[in-house]
């Protein structure tokens, strides 16, 4: 997968998830949460190309929706979440789909050793 792929594969990740991408990330983290999602957006849009800037803040995405950042043996925060809530649920769906993502997305360099691998067999 070229970096103009990726890119184009996590700007229609967040694009169409967008809504419920920004209130699971203001519930999680707050506004400073949400402004990181919005940068993270915009730079994917602007770029025309992939970069290990924009797999960080997936990888952060991931992290904040899958709660890694949560201290459970001292935490208030979750507290406030009712378990009946559907942001729950779609915080798990945004989770799991994120982690979709990454996994398609590939380790940092897959694209360009591929690429050398077929160049080699031609």
């Known amino acids: 997968m070229t970096k103009t792929e990726k890119r184009a594969l996590a700007l229609d990740f ?3 998830n967008d809504l419920q991408l920004q209130n699971a990330v203001l519930l999680l983290g707050g506004a ?4 990181r999602l919005q940068r993270l957006r915009q730079s994917l ?3 025309a190309h992939f970069t290990s800037s924009h797999r960080n803040g997936l990888n952060w995405l991931h992290d904040l929706l899958s709660l890694k950042f949560v201290e459970y043996d001292d935490s208030m ?3 406030a979440i009712d378990p009946m809530d559907p942001a729950v649920d779609d915080v798990c769906l945004l989770s799991e789909a994120c982690d979709r993502i990454l996994r398609r997305l590939g ?5 360009a050793r591929k690429a050398d691998g077929q160049a080699d067999a031609a």
């Not at 400073?32 to 402004?35: N, P, S």
């Not at 380790?107 to 694209?111: A, F, L, S, T, V």
């Open 32 to 35: 400073q949460a949400l402004w």
């Open 45 to 47: 849009a602007k770029s």
């Open 107 to 111: 380790k940092p360099g897959d694209g």
């Open 14 to 16: 967040l694009s169409r």
């Open 77 to 79: 925060e979750l507290m």
